[in-house]
T-cell receptor
Framework: DQQVKQNSPSLSVQEGRISILNCDYT??????FLWYKKYPAEGPTFLIS?????DKNEDGRFTVFLNKSAKHLSLHIVPSQPGDSAVYFC????????????FGQGTTLQVKP | KAGVTQTPRYLIKTRGQQVTLSCSPI?????VSWYQQTPGQGLQFLFE???????NKGNFPGRFSGRQFSNSRSEMNVSTLELGDSALYLC???????????????FGPGTRLLVL
């Protein structure tokens, strides 16, 4: 039962343009969402998070939007840079499940110069 | 502040052996979670420790176990290794206190385990 889904395995964008990565979830108990960036054979690097009481959070070039009614979140990267090329994971946690993040399957982003 | 460290970074074992992996959390972090990453299953939660107590456990067989020490450092152990245990094992620490779950987890570089 995939509670967190990233339906696009890959995304390719041009340098300087916007990258939009999407994530859907099914568990209405999730109240905290995170995005991580990962390179092969390395640990995930935290990018940005959002609590369910908000609908938007911004940090530099990264913005996360949360639509609770649609159970959907997205990560916007503006402007995209070649160094952003990596696998991006969204993750979610529920208050009853301490210390546990549930991850999507990841989206591979390629930013072309 | 130093990040999460994991040792060893790479490990090769044979079926039937056991292995112990180590994780040192970010200074001041008391919660340590462990994950397994494989190409087929993605990132899967193994267990979480807080103040030397296992607070949560994922759907893994009893061959997977862990512990946490008084300085918050954690170890995980896999006994009777199987080929399918080949994976990247990640630990993450957070500053989560005893209540709530809205704390960011910061990951270490992982231990790549290959079982032959």
């Amino acid at each position: 039962d995939q509670q967190v889904k990233q339906n696009s395995p890959s995304l390719s964008v041009q340098e300087g343009r916007i990258s939009i990565l999407n994530c859907d979830y099914t568990n209405s108990m999730f109240d905290y969402f995170l995005w991580y960036k990962k390179y092969p054979a390395e640990g995930p690097t935290f990018l940005i998070s959002i609590s369910s009481i908000k609908d938007k959070n911004e940090d530099g070039r990264f913005t996360v939007f949360l639509n609770k009614s649609a159970k959907h979140l997205s990560l916007h990267i503006v402007p995209s840079q070649p160094g952003d090329s990596a696998v991006y994971f969204c993750a979610a946690s529920a208050p009853s499940n301490t210390g546990k993040l549930i991850f999507g399957q990841g989206t591979t982003l390629q930013v072309k110069p | 502040k130093a990040g999460v460290t994991q040792t060893p970074r790479y490990l090769i074992k044979t079926r039937g052996q056991q292995v112990t992996l180590s994780c040192s959390p970010i200074s001041g972090h008391r919660s340590v979670s462990w994950y397994q990453q494989t190409p087929g299953q993605g990132l899967q939660f193994l267990f979480e420790y807080f103040s030397e107590t296992q607070r949560n456990k994922g759907n893994f067989p009893g061959r997977f176990s862990g512990r946490q020490f008084s300085n918050s450092r954690s170890e995980m152990n896999v006994s009777t290794l199987e080929l399918g245990d080949s994976a990247l094992y990640l630990c993450a620490s957070s500053s989560r206190t005893s209540g709530g779950n809205q704390e960011t987890q910061y990951f270490g570089p992982g231990t790549r385990l290959l079982v032959l």
